[in-house]
């Protein structure tokens, strides 16, 4: 199959599908006579547990891992559960960075309010308090 009936097979763009290529994510496919990409359904198996994992944020490195476990005909379902363990850490710590920063904007706005918000120099108004941040 051509590149677009693989990019159509997995909705990942032609574009992605040859990063990826580039970036040794995906084996470069082999070429028909007349040059054009040709790939199976290998390939359509391989991009869709890419695309996956990039969908979970996983990245690139942690990916060709995966892949280089799974073509060592090695199991990679741990190595895949610690990166998603890793993941969701992650998300935890910047949701609790996204809370705090939350209540910071939120205390900030209930702080300017008091002032005014025609002070152009920014010396007496809610602009001030943002400088000193």
Do not use: W
């Not at 007349?34 to 490195?61: F, K, M, P, T």
């Not at 892949?67 to 949701?95: F, G, N, S, Y």
């Amino acid at each position: 199959m051509k590149i677009q009936e693989l990019s159509k097979a997995t909705g990942v763009p032609a574009k992605t599908i040859r990063f990826y290529e580039e970036s040794g994510v995906l084996p470069l496919p082999a070429r028909t006579p007349n040059g054009y990409r040709d790939y199976h359904q290998s390939d359509i198996d391989r991009l869709q547990l890419v695309a996956g994992a990039r969908r979970l944020e996983l990245s690139l490195d942690d990916i060709r891992e995966i892949l280089a476990l799974r073509d060592q005909r090695e199991a990679p379902c741990r190595t895949l559960l610690d990166r998603i363990q890793q993941k969701a850490d992650e998300v935890a710590e910047r949701i609790m960075a996204l809370q705090h920063l939350e209540a910071e904007l939120r205390e900030l706005h209930a702080i300017g309010l008091t002032f005014p918000t025609d002070d152009v120099d920014g010396k007496n108004c809610v602009c001030h308090l943002v400088s000193e941040r």
